[in-house]
């Protein structure tokens, strides 16, 4: 019984311990990929500043399209319901209008969908792109929004991650303090057992 009561201890002991180093390491590593994800935001943000300037004709069409709403406009076959029902699945101006994502709609087939798709080709077609227009302010703006959330939630995580690594050596170190003291007392026990068979 000593015996067993022995092996138990050294068993909890290799389990909870290694379980613990596990969570240790585990966060650790995040940690350092968040720390290198954090680092690497100021490349990140100019490599998208300068993706949009490269893509000033594309944004330059799609906020041209995005002043054409549905619902303001008499399309064949496309009524107040299914204008409703458009704008419930994000399809609201000539920029949302694709086909895929029109056929997702629910009263939408390939009939109602080409007629969807034909008013948003007549309306690309009156777009005209001005190479001297600099970046849309709304790009920018939503770009700079998209990289302070990104960097407030690695600035988070990484100020609180010290203070979790702490947390998780601390539980390692009570655990490990309560194990070596049961491990003290059955290693006790089990001496006392063995001199007392060896006395028989």
Known sequence: MAQQALT???QRWER????LEGAFAEKRRD???????????????????????AEREALQRRHFLEQFFIQRHRITGI????????????????ADVTFAKVMAVPGFGPTRTKVLMAWR??????????PNQAVDP?????????????????ERVLSSGAQELQKI???ATQRQTALLAELQTVTDEFAQAKADFAAL
């Open 8 to 10: 138990n201890v050294r």
């Open 16 to 19: 909870d311990v290694a379980t």
């Open 31 to 53: 940690l350092e990929l968040r720390k290198t994800e954090y680092q690497g935001l100021p490349a990140w943000y100019q490599q998208q500043r300068t993706k949009l300037n």
């Open 79 to 94: 009524g107040p319901s299914l204008t409703a029902t458009l704008a419930s699945y994000g399809v609201e101006t000539a």
């Open 121 to 130: 080709a007549g309306l690309e077609q009156r777009f005209r792109f001005n």
């Open 138 to 154: 709304r790009d920018i703006t939503a770009l700079d929004q998209r990289h302070a959330a990104w960097r407030n939630d690695l």
């Open 169 to 171: 050596r601390s539980l």
